[in-house]
């Protein structure tokens, strides 16, 4: 026994801990060795958080595993004490943070802050013990809807044996039928696996979501706990430990589920992995496909993974020979989907000249006439508020803030102008290009929809969702929704008919995945329609997303897109790093970095300003707006060289940390916007 002060007498048995400490500088990312008092011989178990004294300050950190030596030639420091005897950190999940890091060039320590919760010392105390025997096994649940699919009964079975099989789902619509909507699938493919003694992890992109999915397993009897952030930090906790522990098999939850350390895992299901809810806004940035398809890879799990779109990112995958697709039958198709039709056609000008510039034609209108004789018409609006963007009412030019420059809104029908970046009003705005001062309409919103609605169908109740209001369902009578993309409330049986409108403002978005994303908002607001009911979207119906809108074809539409952007050198093709901050940073990071030789460098080139080529940000001492410039360079590789990249940016990072450089860098791989 190592002989110190009477209380810092040095444990006889595994004296060594090595312990990952809590601090995301680059150059310090990897654990570090302390002596393990006598004291806290018990307590410091393998996976439990301790306080160390590190650079002359007390810090949090996991204890990794204890040893007889060190590889250390100086003097170790002992514990300062163990937080919490509790071990959190399973080493499942300290493999997956651990490859997680490495594979988006951050840090152990960001990652493991997304993956273990805060502790809550009494929720620790009073939650049900390891050793509490969990709920008895449910018994397999009947294929159900499942039979939809041509190869859903092998997938079933594959989870009921504990294969490893993997899906990219492409799920058939069935909102008009009890058991046949998304929620219920998944809840049949939990409980298969949970009958083979199997835990489940399922990711969904938010609280709506996650509450359909609660009621499904619930009606399917499977134990489970929900993970989301609105839970408050002693009850998300408990629930936390309850899985930690062993107690319960089946977990769901927001993106943060994505780690949930479940027992004899068996399953992770990804729900509409295209939705940006799913990326992870701190650093590293991970995605919540990428994290569970990494973990069902090192751990020989089952993944269903997909929605009613399919994003390349699962074409990739597929293409790869990692997942398999997983389709409904051509017959179940025409069973199930609505029936969509793009304005203005030929037949719709030939009736209507003024359809090519009417924001809402004749036949948007006599289809939400006609559905709501039979139910709810549901009306997509890509844009919140009332007036998005104005322009000069004389010479087109967009309206634009005198103070920053960002574009105007008018936030309701008798609103003053104000900016959407800084807030500020422009109550005596001119245009600065021919000196008018009246305004037109240029981006509509959802509240001035609502109100046109209203004028064109009186008597008829509107309902909107969205913003800061989302409706979760609504009932069957008769009424308007207008809603934005992503709050599209239920309609109890399904929608009579369904608006998607301004499909220019999608699809004109300057990103990459502009059709793509336009595509998935469509086909997830007229999978809430009922079978055969009317669906009219309003964009040329030429374009490859709404063709594969009008025939329900988001495979074959993913299939060309991935193909393109191979041919182009795009994500998900080739894997692409984006490095931003301010000029003289960004040219000194890449300029310093020792790249792989197949890396080809895109720049850098300004990004605008603010965070990251968004709007100004506050600040300054004299109340205004200070624009910080922004630099962004792009960096792609071939994807099997991906980690040797993510490597080379880890690398530069810790250099940049070591040495203290000024001047914050942002390094993201896999962002999702990179135009």
Not at 402 to 428: F, K, M, N, Q, V
Request: hydrophobic share 45%; proline share 8%; aromatic share 4%.
């Amino acid at each position: 026994m190592v002989k110190g002060p009477k209380d810092q007498a040095v444990s006889e048995r595994l004296p060594v801990a090595r312990v990952a400490v809590d601090i995301s500088l680059a150059h310090l990312d990897r654990p570090f060795d302390y002596l393990v008092p006598a004291r806290l011989d018990q307590a410091a178990v393998p996976g439990c958080r301790v306080r160390v004294r590190f650079a002359g300050q007390l810090v949090d950190g996991y204890l990794l595993e204890r040893t007889e030596t060190s590889e250390h030639q100086g003097k170790l420091a002992r514990l300062e004490r163990v937080t919490s005897p509790e071990p959190v950190l399973t080493p499942e999940i300290f493999d997956l943070a651990r490859a997680v890091a490495d594979r988006y060039a951050g840090t152990l320590a960001d990652v493991l802050r997304l993956a273990i919760p805060p502790r809550h010392a009494a929720a620790e105390r009073d939650a049900p013990q390891a050793g509490t025997s969990p709920a008895p096994l449910p018994g397999r649940p009947e294929p159900g809807s499942w039979s939809r699919y041509p190869a859903g009964a092998a997938f079933l079975a594959g989870l009921a044996e504990g294969r490893p099989v993997r899906a990219a789902w492409s799920a058939l619509p069935g909102s008009a039928q009890p058991g046949q909507e998304w929620p219920a699938e998944i809840a049949v493919a939990a409980a298969t696996t949970a009958a083979a003694d199997r835990g489940v992890v399922i990711v969904v992109p938010d609280a709506r979501d996650l509450d359909r999915v609660d009621v499904a397993l619930t009606e399917a009897a499977v134990d489970h706990v929900c993970l989301a952030a609105d839970l408050g930090p002693a009850e998300r906790y408990r629930r936390w430990l309850a899985v930690r522990r062993g107690l319960v098999r089946v977990v769901a939850g927001t993106r943060g589920a994505m780690f949930a350390p479940v027992a004899r895992l068996g399953l992770v299901v990804l729900w509409d992995d295209g939705d940006d809810l799913h990326a992870e806004p701190r650093a590293p940035y991970p995605h919540a496909r990428e994290v569970l398809a990494l973990r069902a890879h090192r751990t020989g799990a089952a993944a269903l993974i997909g929605g009613f779109a399919r994003t390349t990112e699962l074409t990739q995958l597929v293409a790869g020979g990692w997942a398999r697709p997983l389709v409904g039958g051509a017959e179940a198709l025409r069973q199930v989907a609505p029936r969509v039709r793009a304005a203005p056609d030929e037949a719709e000008l030939a009736r209507d000249a003024a359809a090519m510039t009417a924001r809402l034609p004749s036949l948007a209108l006599r289809t939400a006439r006609g559905g709501l004789v039979q139910g709810p018409v549901l009306v997509q609006v890509p844009r919140r508020g009332y007036l998005a963007a104005v322009a000069c009412a004389r010479c087109r030019a967009q309206a634009r803030c005198a103070t920053c420059a960002g574009p105007l809104e008018i936030a309701g029908s008798h609103g003053t102008p104000g900016c959407r970046w800084c807030g500020a009003l422009a109550t005596d705005w001119a245009c600065a290009h021919c000196g008018s001062g009246q305004l037109r309409a240029l981006v509509t919103g959802a509240a001035r929809t609502a109100e046109e609605l209203g004028r064109a169908f009186p008597g008829v109740p509107v309902r909107t969702s969205g913003g800061q209001h989302v409706l979760a369902a609504v009932p069957a009578e008769p009424a308007l929704v207008i809603a934005t993309p992503g709050a599209e409330p239920v309609a109890h049986g399904g929608y009579a008919a369904a608006l998607l409108l301004d499909g220019w403002a999608l699809l004109g978005r300057p990103s990459l995945r502009a059709a793509e994303e336009a595509l998935r908002r469509w086909l997830n607001a007229a999978a809430l329609v009922r079978p055969a009911a009317p669906v009219v979207v309003l964009a040329e119906a030429a374009l490859p997303a709404v063709q594969a809108l009008i025939r329900w074809d988001p495979v074959t539409f993913s299939e060309r897109e991935l193909a393109e952007r191979a041919e182009l050198g795009f994500p998900p093709a080739v894997r692409m790093a984006a490095v931003t901050g301010s000029p003289e940073a960004v040219s000194d990071f890449v300029g310093a970095a020792t790249l792989p030789d197949r890396a080809e460098v895109l720049g850098p080139v300004p990004g605008g300003y603010g965070g990251a080529g968004g709007p100004p940000v506050r600040g300054g001492g004299l109340g205004g707006v200070v624009p910080p410039e922004i630099s962004r360079a792009l960096i792609r590789i071939r994807r099997r060289d991906g980690l040797e990249l993510a490597r080379a940016l880890h690398a530069a990072q810790a250099t940049r940390s070591a040495r203290k450089d000024g001047g914050a860098v942002r390094v993201q791989l896999d962002p999702a916007e990179v135009a």
